[in-house]
């Protein structure tokens, strides 16, 4: 990595900077909380991550974050894991994020688009109203706080009043995005045992309905904890025997009642993606997730009152709770319920169109496809309102940056962020005053101390190095769900640095503050004792026309060697001849080194993804290695099982 400075793509004007709100907050922390008020966002961070205590308090107060009881201290243990953030305070997450309703009642909480329908919107005085009757409703049905409410439903407003209802009676969410089958939702919400589940009878995606009343059905049969099922008629059927209306708990004009609970009390279980078993239960708290939050939507993708904020998600990814957490910042949250590329590639930056969003953030998957699509967003559509479009999911290649920049416009704020479902958060990412550089990401987040280790645990400047957290976050797990002793919590993360969250991807702080992922640590290629991402392979290979998606594994052999395959699948009418093999040869080896080039070039059908839509290396891996199907990977977590009989297949020719 070279410690040269490059010229950014893009930097604020001085009156951007001016205006956002982490210039402002930094002021005002500087006269009321001992933070600097000169050396600009560098000099904030520094101490953020220094003085924990009075930058947390400084965002609750900066945020009129409103405890019921006060705490006692902000941090009454900061070690980890364990840390106990503002104990004795009460608070409800749905409370705040219901504030707006009352200076903005009559002005759109959500705005709701489809694939066949104009944009919907829902007021703040509406979305009160049905999470009061809801959760009214809830506590009814004998709901109480800390018990369990899942949610089989797309993204959809019903889904975020359900969330909130939750919220708002101390119970604990979690939810599954329809498109996953039966097997995956159980793995999941067995492990937690809802007392009350939210479903719908299908769902429309790409031009089509997808019935879902027979998967409903199982997930009924195999949830014995189950007190009540509440119907949601998306596609306009009849309720199911036994199941409760949602019109029928929505339709009172009742002002909800907001439980006041511990910070620390559990607000939503998230689930990693459990391809290699069954998938973690992620616990978050209620206060942890809102000031977390606060921080990451105000301070950092400095959203307010004036913005529409769009993230293509689904219920089933944590960018769904991220985004429906812009409601804290009294944001209008924009819900697409449809296929990412449907009736085109463009179907996105259309949506975005469409509702005027200011804030639009996406996966860099997406952003790759337009590319090799050829759309043309900033000719195609108006995009005037977007300030800033964000990607994660996995890296912004550099030529990502370069594209959304030539094609949206010059003056966009690109966001490359990384976090994760473990925190529901960024670690790094945007920051509005700062430069974009390609292929990077703008710096870490405020309150998280961001470090490039080697294995002794020594920090790395312009160097790779594992992805380590040194303190606290307050959206960290509180614990797993199931976890009795918290093995599984520590093991994690917590296993190789004692105390220090090491999360899993190769990182490198560049020596002017930014950051670059190189993907994840425990898929790395290491070469001769030469460590390299996999995304920088797929970023460089992808470039070509020929190739759709591509998937890199290294693999340590019984004799001491080292065998790294390169699988590629071809776009429509590639053809693996020879002349594409040195091409792709070539194009490694000039992007990046000789070192990088694969032993084997292997034309596959498809590369298997995640539910989430990461591809997965891990699994094909132990396949590759001679671990049976059913041991490798987690059925149930996997976008189409049948690829991996590829890998399979393949494992055994070589043994």
Same mark, same amino acid.
């Given at each position: 990595?070279?410690t040269?400075?490059?010229q950014?793509l893009?930097?604020?004007?001085p009156?951007?900077?001016?205006?956002?709100q982490?210039? @402002?907050f930094?002021a005002?922390?500087?006269?009321?909380?001992?933070?600097p008020?000169?050396?600009?966002?560098?000099?904030?961070h520094?101490?953020s991550?220094?003085e924990?205590?009075?930058?947390?308090?400084?965002?609750t107060?900066w945020?009129d974050?409103r405890?019921?009881t *006060?705490?006692? @201290?902000?941090?009454g243990?900061?070690?980890m894991?364990?840390a106990?953030?503002f104990?004795g305070?009460?608070?409800?997450?749905?409370?705040?994020?219901?504030r707006?309703a009352?200076?903005?009642?009559?002005e759109?909480?959500?705005?709701?688009?489809?694939?066949?329908?104009?944009?919907?919107?829902?007021?703040?005085?509406?979305?009160?109203?049905?999470?009061?009757?809801?959760?009214?409703e809830?506590?009814?049905?004998g709901? @109480?706080?800390g018990?369990?409410v899942?949610?089989?439903?797309? +993204?959809? *407003?019903q889904? $975020?009043?359900?969330?909130?209802?939750?919220?708002a009676v101390g119970?604990?969410?979690?939810?599954c995005a329809p498109?996953?089958?039966a097997r995956s939702?159980?793995d999941?919400?067995?492990?937690?045992?809802?007392?009350?589940?939210?479903?719908v009878?299908?769902?429309?995606?790409g031009?089509?309905e997808?019935?879902r !009343?027979?998967?409903?059905?199982?997930?009924?049969?195999?949830?014995?904890?189950l007190r009540?099922?509440?119907?949601? *008629?998306l596609?306009?059927?009849?309720?199911?025997?036994?199941?409760?209306?949602?019109?029928?708990?929505?339709?009172?004009?009742?002002?909800?009642a907001?439980?006041? $609970?511990?910070?620390?009390?559990?607000l939503?279980?998230?689930?990693?993606?459990?391809?290699?078993?069954?998938?973690k239960?992620?616990?978050?708290s209620?206060g942890g997730i809102?000031?977390?939050?606060?921080k990451?939507?105000?301070?950092?993708?400095d959203l307010?009152?004036?913005?529409r904020?769009f993230w293509?998600t689904s219920?089933?990814w944590m960018?769904?709770n991220?985004?429906v957490?812009g409601?804290?910042?009294?944001?209008t949250?924009?819900?697409?319920d449809g296929?990412?590329?449907?009736?085109?590639t463009?179907?996105?930056?259309r949506?975005a169109?469409?509702? &005027?969003a200011t804030f639009?953030?996406t996966s860099?998957?997406?952003?790759?496809a337009?590319?090799?699509a050829?759309v043309?967003?900033?000719r195609?559509?108006?995009?005037?309102?977007?300030?800033?479009?964000?990607t994660?999911g996995?890296?912004? *290649?550099?030529?990502g940056?370069?594209?959304?920049?030539?094609?949206?416009r010059?003056?966009?704020?690109?966001?490359?962020?990384?976090?994760?479902?473990d925190?529901c958060s960024?670690?790094?990412?945007a920051?509005?005053?700062?430069?974009?550089y390609i292929?990077?990401?703008?710096?870490?987040?405020l309150?998280?101390?961001?470090q490039?280790w080697?294995p002794?645990g020594k920090?790395?400047?312009?160097?790779?190095?594992?992805?380590?957290?040194? +303190?606290?976050?307050?959206?960290?797990?509180i614990h797993?769900w199931?976890?009795?002793?918290?093995?599984?919590y520590?093991?994690s993360?917590?296993?190789?640095?004692p105390g220090?969250w090491?999360? &899993?991807?190769?990182?490198?702080?560049t020596s @002017?503050?930014?950051?670059?992922?190189?993907?994840r640590?425990d898929?790395?290629?290491?070469?001769? &004792?030469v460590?390299?991402?996999?995304?920088?392979i797929?970023e460089?290979v992808e470039?070509?026309?020929?190739i759709?998606e591509s998937?890199?594994i290294?693999i340590?052999q019984?004799?001491?060697?080292y065998w790294?395959?390169?699988?590629?699948?071809l776009?429509?009418?590639?053809?693996l001849?020879q002349?594409?093999?040195?091409?792709?040869?070539?194009?490694?080896?000039?992007?990046?080194?000789? !070192?990088?080039?694969?032993?084997?070039?292997?034309?596959?059908? &498809?590369?298997p993804?995640?539910?989430?839509?990461?591809?997965i290396e891990?699994?094909?891996k132990?396949?590759l290695q001679?671990?049976?199907?059913?041991?490798?990977?987690?059925?149930?977590?996997?976008?189409n099982?049948?690829?991996?009989?590829?890998?399979?297949?393949?494992?055994?020719?070589?043994a």
């Amino acid at each position: 990595m070279s410690t040269v400075n490059p010229q950014p793509l893009w930097q604020p004007d001085p009156q951007r900077i001016a205006r956002s709100q982490v210039t @402002r907050f930094q002021a005002w922390a500087a006269q009321h909380h001992g933070a600097p008020a000169d050396g600009g966002y560098e000099a904030l961070h520094r101490w953020s991550v220094d003085e924990l205590e009075p930058f947390w308090e400084a965002v609750t107060q900066w945020f009129d974050v409103r405890f019921s009881t *006060p705490y006692a @201290r902000v941090l009454g243990d900061r070690s980890m894991p364990g840390a106990e953030w503002f104990p004795g305070a009460t608070l409800n997450y749905a409370e705040h994020a219901l504030r707006a309703a009352a200076t903005r009642a009559d002005e759109p909480a959500l705005l709701y688009v489809d694939e066949i329908h104009d944009p919907r919107p829902v007021t703040w005085s509406e979305l009160r109203r049905q999470v009061g009757s809801l959760a009214a409703e809830l506590r009814a049905l004998g709901l @109480r706080p800390g018990d369990r409410v899942s949610g089989y439903i797309p +993204n959809v *407003p019903q889904a $975020v009043v359900a969330l909130l209802a939750t919220a708002a009676v101390g119970a604990v969410w979690t939810s599954c995005a329809p498109d996953f089958g039966a097997r995956s939702v159980l793995d999941r919400f067995q492990q937690v045992e809802p007392v009350v589940l939210f479903t719908v009878d299908g769902y429309r995606y790409g031009g089509k309905e997808h019935d879902r !009343r027979e998967t409903v059905a199982e997930l009924r049969r195999e949830l014995p904890s189950l007190r009540a099922v509440v119907h949601i *008629p998306l596609l306009g059927t009849e309720a199911p025997e036994g199941a409760l209306e949602w019109e029928a708990l929505t339709s009172a004009d009742t002002e909800p009642a907001f439980e006041q $609970v511990p910070f620390a009390h559990p607000l939503w279980v998230l689930y990693s993606s459990g391809t290699t078993g069954l998938p973690k239960a992620i616990v978050q708290s209620q206060g942890g997730i809102l000031v977390e939050h606060l921080k990451q939507l105000g301070l950092h993708c400095d959203l307010g009152p004036e913005d529409r904020f769009f993230w293509y998600t689904s219920t089933g990814w944590m960018m769904w709770n991220f985004l429906v957490s812009g409601l804290l910042t009294g944001t209008t949250v924009v819900l697409y319920d449809g296929s990412p590329g449907y009736p085109d590639t463009g179907a996105q930056w259309r949506v975005a169109e469409r509702t &005027g969003a200011t804030f639009y953030g996406t996966s860099a998957a997406y952003v790759m496809a337009c590319r090799k699509a050829d759309v043309h967003p900033g000719r195609d559509f108006d995009l005037a309102q977007v300030r800033c479009v964000a990607t994660t999911g996995s890296p912004l *290649p550099p030529d990502g940056f370069r594209w959304l920049h030539d094609e949206v416009r010059e003056d966009l704020w690109i966001a490359s962020v990384s976090g994760g479902t473990d925190v529901c958060s960024c670690f790094a990412g945007a920051v509005p005053t700062l430069p974009v550089y390609i292929g990077e990401l703008q710096a870490p987040s405020l309150g998280t101390d961001l470090q490039s280790w080697d294995p002794s645990g020594k920090p790395k400047i312009d160097e790779v190095g594992e992805l380590v957290v040194t +303190n606290p976050m307050p959206s960290m797990p509180i614990h797993f769900w199931n976890d009795p002793d918290g093995s599984r919590y520590h093991d994690s993360y917590f296993d190789t640095y004692p105390g220090v969250w090491r999360h &899993g991807d190769w990182i490198t702080v560049t020596s @002017r503050g930014s950051v670059v992922i190189h993907g994840r640590s425990d898929s790395t290629l290491n070469r001769q &004792g030469v460590r390299m991402g996999s995304a920088d392979i797929y970023e460089a290979v992808e470039r070509l026309p020929e190739i759709k998606e591509s998937l890199v594994i290294g693999i340590e052999q019984p004799d001491g060697g080292y065998w790294m395959p390169l699988f590629v699948q071809l776009a429509p009418g590639g053809v693996l001849d020879q002349a594409l093999l040195d091409r792709i040869k070539a194009t490694i080896r000039e992007n990046l080194s000789p !070192r990088h080039i694969p032993d084997e070039v292997i034309e596959v059908p &498809g590369i298997p993804h995640t539910l989430t839509g990461k591809r997965i290396e891990v699994p094909v891996k132990r396949l590759l290695q001679g671990t049976p199907l059913e041991k490798a990977v987690n059925p149930g977590s996997i976008d189409n099982l049948e690829l991996l009989h590829f890998y399979e297949d393949l494992a055994r020719k070589r043994a």
